[in-house]
């Protein structure tokens, strides 16, 4: 599992060491508020803040396609994956793609399948999903911040729609 989680941390080797504590907090900053957004609850899971944009996430690629949740977080309206959700091999890829520049090796998708959730198929479910996140965030908080943010999230886990494709999918969904 830890050569899956280094292939998938380490997609971006000039991260840099992030200054705030690995996994827990963040300190939202320029809001003068000192607020903090939490990626990982008080028990290690993964927060409903960062589920809730990981949702987001994971509907703008999975089969079957995306629903409107209603929860709106100021510009944009977040998406959820419809019940029994997963990523094709091709969604993978583009997910990738989209996140880290690159899709994944042929390798890194047969250790995804290996160890995390999939559906009989090998097919990453959205549980599959969480784990990838859980496991990165609690290694590199800072890595999942830069997920979040090319997926049109700021620190303070606020979908700002900035990519044409993010509009193109809110406006197409309403």
């Not at 589920?51 to 079957?64: D, M, N, S, V, W």
């Not at 994944?104 to 990838?132: A, N, Y």
Request: charged share 30%; aromatic share 6%; proline share 5%.
């Amino acid at each position: 599992m830890e050569e899956v989680l280094s292939r998938i941390t380490n997609a971006r080797p000039d991260t840099p060491e992030p200054s705030s504590r690995q996994g827990r907090r963040n300190v939202t900053s320029g809001t003068g508020t000192g607020t903090e957004i939490q990626l990982l609850d008080a028990e290690g899971g993964i927060s409903r803040q960062l589920e809730a944009c990981l949702k987001h996430i994971f509907a703008k690629y999975c089969t079957p396609r995306l629903e409107l949740l209603s929860a709106s977080t100021g510009e944009g309206r977040l998406l959820a994956p419809p019940p029994h959700a997963f990523f094709s091999s091709e969604a993978l890829d583009e997910w990738a793609r989209d996140t880290n520049g690159a899709p994944f090796s042929q390798e890194t998708k047969d250790e995804l399948i290996e160890f995390l959730d999939v559906t009989d198929e090998g097919c990453l479910t959205f549980k599959g999903f969480l784990q990838i996140y859980q496991l990165q965030t609690e290694n590199d908080e800072e890595e999942t911040w830069k997920d979040l943010s090319s997926h049109g999230f700021d620190r303070s886990l606020q979908l700002v729609i900035t990519r044409r494709e993010d509009t193109d999918d809110v406006a197409m969904s309403s």
